[in-house]
């Protein structure tokens, strides 16, 4: 089971941090990434990292996002920095072997949404 939590709205230039939390004791072992979307678009990979705790970003969240993960606690996070009204959209965390593969887990995804 995988579940995301800290969404929210924010005003432009703010921060927020969304956590994802999965069970099971090979959290360790598994690739985590990020995806976002948003009404009529599909869902898009923004910040991933692997077991060995390498991580890759889209380029519309380089420099701004920070993925990173604490292995003792099973939870990943999405540190998100000089937030932008685009980057509204639902979050999902994905956990598996193969990000985004039939066997990887979904959460639920969680809101955010920055607007003034």
């Known amino acids: 089971q995988v579940v995301e939590s800290g969404g929210g709205l924010v005003q432009p230039g703010e921060s927020l941090r969304l956590s994802c939390t999965t069970s099971?004791?090979?959290?360790?072992?598994?690739?985590l990434g990020w995806y976002r979307q948003t009404l009529g678009n599909q869902r898009e990979l923004i910040a991933s990292?692997?077991?060995?705790?390498?991580?890759n970003y889209a380029d519309s969240v380089k420099g701004r996002f920070t993925i990173f993960r604490d292995d003792t606690k099973n939870t990943m996070y999405l540190q998100m920095n000089r937030l932008k009204p685009e980057d509204t959209a639902t979050y999902y965390c994905?956990?598996?072997?193969?990000?985004?593969?039939?066997?990887?887990?979904w959460g639920q995804g969680t809101q955010v949404t920055v607007s003034s």
């Open positions: 099971g004791n090979i959290f360790s072992t598994l690739a």
């Open positions: 990292i692997t077991s060995g705790h390498k991580s």
């Open positions: 994905n956990a598996g072997f193969l990000l985004g593969s039939e066997t990887s887990s």
